[in-house]
């Protein structure tokens, strides 16, 4: 591995390089960012000015910590700052997989200021792309600029939603389990699309039945369960393995992430306050 400048960071702050104005706004407040970055001193001081700026921050050493925690949190993560140079598995190895499986903003970082490395990662699906040794100043406003992206596109539906293996296309009607198709009825993939909308979310059956049957048609509860029964069995026979849709008794059902079939073992993962 080629090595790294160990004090990749500049700053024209009075205040040293670990010194950087808090934003005027507080938009990018309590947003979460994954650092993936091999360097100690370069993460400790990624970690310390984002934690600083009002993000939590969520850091890695190597590409293959990096993944599983991107995996294991993407419904938490606003944006991740990955470098390319890792042991073990790349940063554009990390890219392209991450990018198959979600949309979030993924800002590379570099070493080596080859236009050759700056394309390959665009064109792999980067949003950003920053060479070291960079300013702070620019490093952090990139890093704000994507977080807001990401808030903006949150508030609109989204073109596809990832959850574990499962693909779901709001707009086409069409869900994957994998490589396998799903052959859902309307109501089926009504019910799929709103409980996976908002994973964690209980939803009694009175709101399901409102939202995919409407609000003016009467229609018993109990046709709630049946069509999740239905469902639950082709999301199985497709190949998941475990139950997304929980029973919550009494209450109503709620979509549970089903882990992808990789690994998700947390070591050499740090969690920074």
């Excluded at 000015?49 to 990096?66: C, I, K, M």
């Excluded at 700056?118 to 792309?129: P, T």
């Excluded at 490589?179 to 309307?186: C, F, G, I, T, Y």
């Excluded at 919550?248 to 549970?256: L, N």
Aim: hydrophobic residues 40%; aromatic residues 4%; glycine residues 8%.
């Amino acid at each position: 591995m080629i090595a790294q400048n160990r004090h990749p960071i500049t700053s024209h702050s009075d205040h040293g390089p670990l010194a950087a104005p808090r934003p005027k706004d507080d938009g990018i407040e309590g947003a979460t960012v994954l650092v993936v970055e091999d360097d100690p001193i370069l993460l400790g001081t990624l970690a310390y000015n984002l934690s600083r700026e009002g993000y939590r921050v969520v850091t890695a050493a190597d590409g293959e910590s990096g993944l599983s925690c991107a995996r294991r949190k993407h419904e938490q993560l606003d944006l991740v700052l990955l470098d390319v140079m890792l042991p073990g598995m790349s940063g554009f190895q990390v890219l392209r997989i991450l990018r198959a499986e979600s949309d979030i903003p993924i800002l590379m970082l570099s070493a080596r200021g080859e236009e050759q490395d700056r394309i390959d990662g665009l064109e792999l699906g980067a949003d950003d792309y920053i060479a070291k040794p960079f300013a702070l100043r620019e490093l952090l406003a990139r890093v704000r600029a994507g977080v807001r992206r990401r808030a903006v596109l949150s508030a609109q539906p989204p073109a596809v939603l990832y959850r574990g293996p499962l693909q779901i296309q709001p707009d086409r009607r069409h869900a994957t389990v994998g490589d396998h198709e799903l052959q859902l009825r309307p109501k089926e993939f009504g019910l799929l699309t709103t409980l996976a909308l908002e994973p964690g979310r209980v939803f009694s059956r009175q709101d399901l039945l409102d939202a995919i049957w409407g609000e003016e048609v009467i229609v018993d509860e109990r046709t709630v369960d049946v069509h999740i029964s239905w469902l639950r069995a082709k999301l199985m026979d497709a190949g998941m393995s475990v139950d997304a849709i929980r029973t919550v008794y009494g209450a109503g059902y709620r979509f549970v992430v089903p882990p992808r079939p990789e690994s998700d073992d947390a070591a050499g993962v740090d969690h920074l306050p």
